[in-house]
């Protein structure tokens, strides 16, 4: 059974830092495109960054540029998004998730297979 689990969210005061990780189970991660997005209450889903199977390509949201970085680790069939100088609104559930075929985007139309979300928090 094809399955993404996602950890790492909490409650984090403005300007800390947390990182999320995206496992994979059931598959390998090697050959997908792996994004994350997330979703704030009364808000539509937003992409927020996307690499390639490689790695040597990523995609950023504007808003995250500078802050977030995403990176993977095959070996361990993980993804990871290092947020840092966190505001209140990146707070939303994130969510990652998979696509085989195709490149980089940060649509998620355009994706298979999808984690169950974790919460992040961003208050004082």
């Known amino acids: 059974q094809l399955k993404l689990v996602e950890s790492g969210g909490g409650l984090v005061q403005p300007g800390g830092s947390l990182r999320l990780s995206c496992a994979a189970s059931?598959?390998?991660?090697?050959?997908?495109?792996i994004a994350w997005f997330r979703q704030a209450p009364g808000k539509e889903r937003e992409g927020v960054s996307s690499?390639?199977?490689?790695?040597?390509?990523?995609r950023y949201v504007d808003s995250v540029k500078g802050r977030f970085t995403i990176s993977r680790d095959n070996a361990k069939n993980t993804v990871y998004l290092q947020m840092n100088s966190l505001k209140p609104a990146d707070t939303a559930v994130y969510y990652c998730?998979?696509?085989?075929?195709?490149?980089?985007?940060?649509?998620?139309?355009?994706?298979?297979?999808w984690g169950q979300g974790t919460q992040v928090t961003v208050s004082s």
């Open positions: 690499i390639s199977r490689g790695g040597g390509t990523t």
């Open positions: 998730a998979v696509r085989q075929f195709g490149a980089t985007s940060l649509n998620g139309e355009m994706y298979d297979q």
């Open positions: 059931g598959f390998t991660l090697d050959n997908y495109v």
